[in-house]
């Protein structure tokens, strides 16, 4: 492909931007810190059907680790409060515009427990039933 920006370059280097963004793990007062990967499997005692299959913990907050995830140019950010949700998403922002690349403030959403569709599908966590979990598929 020559020197002209090919997919595989693109791909390449928003991968590394999002190493950059989340820093290192072990760092108490990296946002996105977490000390535990606990698998949350069918079939063993401490099943619990509400919680992702894997995930990261944070041990110090005793709560799931922040995230966030990309589908194609809309970033979206993950955390236990609105206010830790609104830290990750300046924290990816800046880090990204940093790094030369865009980040559309007007797609951003603010912090919700019952978020709109994104990337296919959406889950809905009810604060009247905390156990509860709803799971639409969009076609």
């Given at each position: 492909?020559?020197?002209?920006?090919?997919?595989?370059?693109?791909?390449?280097?928003?991968?590394?931007?999002?190493?950059?963004?989340?820093?290192?793990?072990?760092?108490?007062?990296?946002?996105?810190?977490?000390?535990?990967?606990?698998?949350?499997?069918?079939?063993?005692?401490?099943?619990?059907?509400?919680?992702?299959?894997?995930?990261?913990?944070?041990?110090?907050?005793?709560?799931?680790?922040?995230?966030?995830?990309?589908?194609?140019?809309?970033?979206?950010?993950?955390?236990?409060?609105?206010?830790?949700?609104?830290?990750?998403?300046r924290?990816?922002?800046?880090?990204?515009?940093?790094l030369?690349?865009?980040?559309?403030?007007?797609?951003?959403?603010?912090?919700?427990?019952?978020?709109?569709?994104?990337?296919?599908?959406?889950?809905?966590?009810?604060?009247?039933?905390?156990d509860?979990?709803?799971?639409?598929?969009?076609?």
């Amino acid at each position: 492909m020559g020197f002209k920006p090919s997919p595989f370059i693109c791909i390449q280097t928003f991968a590394w931007s999002e190493k950059i963004n989340f820093g290192d793990h072990f760092e108490i007062f990296n946002p996105f810190y977490w000390d535990k990967v606990v698998l949350n499997l069918l079939g063993t005692e401490e099943y619990d059907p509400t919680m992702p299959r894997v995930y990261c913990w944070n041990s110090l907050l005793k709560v799931m680790a922040c995230f966030f995830g990309t589908y194609i140019d809309v970033i979206r950010t993950g955390g236990p409060t609105e206010r830790a949700c609104k830290a990750k998403s300046r924290r990816v922002a800046s880090r990204l515009n940093y790094l030369g690349q865009q980040d559309a403030s007007r797609k951003r959403e603010q912090p919700s427990k019952v978020p709109r569709a994104w990337a296919g599908a959406k889950c809905c966590a009810l604060e009247e039933e905390e156990d509860t979990m709803i799971y639409e598929g969009l076609t």
